[in-house]
């Protein structure tokens, strides 16, 4: 059975930092790219990064480039999306997903989902 288990998530004070954490269990992550996703109170689901099965190349939406690292552990079958300098603005619940397609920031491009962590961000 293929299942994704994402933890990490909680309250955080702005500027503080979160590292959620999505391990995959009946299935290997190295074959897959791997898309991190939020979706706000009221909002469509926002491509956060993604990491593709290849060569390891990346990507960032604009909202987070240079506070947020998407990394893989192919041994632990985990990957992880270190969260810096977090802002009200983050908070979210936030989704892992695995796809066969490359590393887009496309919801429909990927086929197996965790349950969702959430992330919330307030003083």
């Known amino acids: 059975q293929l299942q994704f288990v994402e933890s990490g998530g909680g309250l955080v004070q702005p500027g503080g930092s979160l590292r959620l954490s999505c391990a995959a269990s009946?299935?290997?992550?190295?074959?897959?790219?791997i898309g991190w996703f939020r979706q706000a109170p009221g909002k469509e689901h926002e491509g956060v990064s993604c990491?593709?099965?290849?060569?390891?190349?990346?990507y960032y939406a604009d909202s987070v480039k240079g506070r947020f690292t998407i990394s893989r552990d192919n041994a632990k079958n985990t990957v992880y999306l270190q969260m810096n300098s977090l802002k009200p603005e983050d908070t979210a619940v936030y989704y892992c997903?695995?796809?066969?397609?490359?590393?887009?920031?496309?919801?429909?491009?990927?086929?197996?989902w965790g349950q969702g962590t959430q992330v919330t961000v307030s003083s």
């Open positions: 997903a695995a796809g066969e397609r490359g590393c887009v920031p496309d919801l429909y491009e990927y086929d197996y």
């Open positions: 009946g299935f290997t992550l190295d074959y897959y790219a």
């Open positions: 990491i593709s099965s290849s060569d390891g190349s990346t």
